[in-house]
């Protein structure tokens, strides 16, 4: 199944946040004082950080890099539930080897 954010409303974060960036060293300047551009950065890198992770996992169940091990931990139960009911135990598969795709 796709569990993506409609359109709208990841226009919509992407906005919230990148304003929230701009105007942060606003409201920042009269406690923080010089030290308000190093505050304001990281704060920026920190919204934005979290925002391309919401963007990366708000499909979890692909195949991609950041997606959910699905077929192993399905694995990994049924050898539980094997081990539970005495039966004999699966040869689980090592870690698959990466494809690089080189042009």
Known sequence: GSTPLPFAYSVMIHRTVYFFCAALPFGLVESVGIFTPIFSVFVAYAFMAHEAIASQL????????????????????EDAMRDLLGEPALAIPGPEEEQFLVN
């Open 58 to 77: 708000e499909d979890p169940f692909g195949t991609d890099e950041n997606d959910l091990a699905l077929t192993m931990m399905s694995v990994y139960i």
